[in-house]
């Protein structure tokens, strides 16, 4: 009994240190959509299996071999800030999972949210929430 919570708390801690969120059961960033999307169409865009890239340890998924090759020249410009864990929950220091279709892009970078009602909070204080979070990542990692 004592071995089985014991590997549960590792199974916890570690998947609380990863570095990109992908949630408890796959390895694929941003629950499958589209980074580069979120910059260049404006919107939530679901990636599609032909076209998966590697990078910092997870799959990434992409909606057109453009996107692809756009990502793969520049990961950091496209991938999500905290990890693509929740924006807003990270200016408290918390992980916390997103809804992909909750986002924003301020100056170049992209942010992911919890949900909608959480997005709305964002917004509210973006400049705020973005230094807390910021502070909050460095601190984590």
């Known amino acids: 009994m004592n071995c089985f919570i014991t590997s549960l708390l590792f199974l916890f801690t570690s998947a609380s240190a990863k570095p990109v969120n992908t949630g408890w059961f796959n390895s694929t960033a941003v629950k499958g959509y589209d980074t580069v999307a979120y910059f260049t169409k404006e919107k939530a865009v679901k990636g599609k299996s032909e076209f998966i890239h590697k990078w910092n340890g997870v799959k990434w998924k992409f909606a057109s071999q453009k996107n692809l090759e756009l990502f793969k020249a520049s990961p950091k ?65």
């Open 77 to 141: 410009k496209y991938a999500p800030q905290y990890g693509g864990y929740c924006a807003y929950a990270m200016a408290d220091g918390k992980k916390v999972s997103i809804d992909p279709k909750s986002f924003d892009v301020k100056n170049g970078r992209l942010y992911l949210n919890y949900s909608s009602d959480i997005q709305k909070k964002w917004k509210a204080d973006v400049v705020d929430y973005i230094e807390k979070a910021d502070e909050a990542w460095e601190k984590l990692d």
